[in-house]
């Protein structure tokens, strides 16, 4: 998980904001963000705008869990899916 993570206790979750320079690669990253809850079964809120995303995962127990602590990794890596692509593209 990476450092952008901010860790509240009341009631416990975690919470990140996503900048991006193309609307594209934002809907990239959110079709990532769906794809890994539903894999997980566990659903952040997410609000979005044309270059950012702030995504918060509430906690379903009275602490952050693993399920939560698993979900903000693969938020993460699919965030780093979709810049990494736009990076490539950008070297071509």
């Not at 509240?8 to 890994?36: G, H, M, Q, S, T």
């Amino acid at each position: 998980m990476s450092g952008r993570w901010k860790s509240k206790k009341k009631p416990p979750a975690l919470d990140a904001r996503f900048d991006f320079d193309d609307y594209e690669i934002l809907r990239a990253f959110l079709d990532e963000v769906a794809e890994e809850a539903d894999r997980l079964d566990h659903h952040p809120n997410i609000s979005f705008g044309r270059d950012r995303v702030s995504i918060i995962i509430y906690s379903t127990s009275d602490e952050l869990s693993d399920i939560d602590h698993a979900l903000a990794k693969a938020i993460d890596d699919g965030y780093d899916k979709v810049t990494k692509n736009e990076a490539d593209l950008n070297l071509s």
